[in-house]
C-alpha cells in the first residue's frame, strides 16, 4: 500500500463506536503449569488450513454454488477532503466469471475474470484507496503455488477477551507490536470465521455475521487506525442473481495477472 493511501486513511479516522479490541497474548513453546511441570506445546493446523477454511466459511465466492451479487456501501474521506460515501459491488457467476468494482466520486477501481482473460481497471485520484476496500472485503491470501507456508507463524491469542488462533507473518518489534511494514495477520475464532486482519499498518474488524446460502457472511467491516475507525463498509445487499449480461466481465482496461497482490481476486 502507498505511503499517500495510508496517509489519506489517517485523515480519515472518524471516532466511531468499536467492535474488538485485540490484545497480542505471549506465544511459548512451552509453559508451566500451577505444579511448575512443563506442558508440551499446543498442536495447531497448518497456516493454508486456516486460511482455506476461512475462505469456504464467510466468502461466497469461495465455494458458492449460486450466482450472487453483494452489494456494499462504504465511507470515508477521500481526496476531496470531505467524508463521501462510495459504493463496492461484487457480481460471482463462477470462478472464472466474476467482477468487482469499487466506485468513490469520480474514481473508480475494477478487476475481472471472463474465462481464461482478467481485467483491471482504475481511474480517478481515489483508485488507490478503491484497491485497499477491495482488499479489505477479501483479505485472505491465496494458497496457489506461490503460497510459502514457513513463511507463516500460529498461535493462540485472544481478541477482545474471545479465544482466537492467530496466523501471521513478518516482524513483530521487541515490545511485542507489529511491524506496520512488513508484519500481516489474521485472527480466526473458534468456528474457523476470519475476524480480524492487520497490514500495512491497518486493522480491519469484520463482524454481524449473518447466513448466506451457508455461508457466513461479515455484514460489516471497519478498517481501525490507532484505535479509531477510518472506514467503514456495510453489506445492503447479497442475494442470489439470475441472469447476468455476461458483456460485464470484459471490461476495457489492461488485461491483468494476479501478481504484486496475495489476495485471490
Given amino acids: 500500500m502507498s505511503l499517500r493511501l495510508i496517509g489519506g486513511l489517517i485523515a480519515a479516522v472518524m471516532v466511531w463506536p468499536m467492535g474488538m479490541r485485540a490484545a497480542d497474548s505471549a506465544g511459548r513453546g512451552e509453559q508451566a503449569d500451577g505444579g511448575g511441570k512443563a506442558v508440551a506445546a499446543e498442536s495447531f493446523d497448518s497456516a493454508r488450513v486456516y ?82 476496500v477491495m482488499t479489505a472485503m477479501e483479505p485472505l491470501p491465496a ?24 496466523v501471521a507473518s513478518g516482524r513483530e518489534n521487541s515490545n511485542g507490536t507489529p511491524d506496520p511494514k512488513e508484519f500481516n495477520g489474521f485472527w480466526f475464532d473458534e468456528t474457523g470465521q476470519l475476524v480480524k486482519s492487520y497490514g500495512n499498518g491497518l486493522e480491519t474488524r469484520r463482524m454481524d455475521f449473518a447466513d448466506f446460502d451457508g455461508v457466513k457472511v461479515a455484514r460489516r467491516v471497519e478498517v481501525m487506525m490507532g484505535g479509531k475507525v477510518g472506514m467503514r463498509i456495510d453489506v445492503k445487499e447479497l442475494g442470489v442473481v439470475g441472469k447476468v449480461d455476461g458483456h460485464i466481465f470484459s471490461m476495457k482496461g489492461n488485461g491483468w495477472v494476479r501478481q504484486y497482490t496475495f489476495e485471490v481476486r
Fill in 143 to 166: 494458497t496457489d503455488a506461490l503460497f510459502t507456508e514457513k513463511d507463516w507463524r500460529v498461535k493462540r491469542d485472544v481478541a477482545e477477551g474471545v479465544t482466537t488462533i492467530r
Fill in 51 to 132: 486460511f482455506d477454511r476461512a475462505r469456504k466459511l464467510g466468502f461466497p465466492a469461495a465455494g458458492q454454488s449460486a450466482a450472487y451479487v453483494l452489494k456494499a456501501e462504504f465511507t470515508t474521506r477521500g481526496s476531496s477532503g470531505v467524508v463521501e460515501t462510495g459504493t463496492y459491488t461484487d457480481t460471482w457467476v463462477s470462478d472464472t466469471k466474476w467482477r468487482r468494482e469499487a466506485t468513490l466520486g469520480k474514481s473508480r477501481f475494477a478487476r475481472s475474470e471472463d474465462g481464461k482473460k482478467r481485467y483491471r481497471a482504475e481511474e480517478g485520484p481515489d483508485a488507490a484507496l478503491l484497491q485497499f
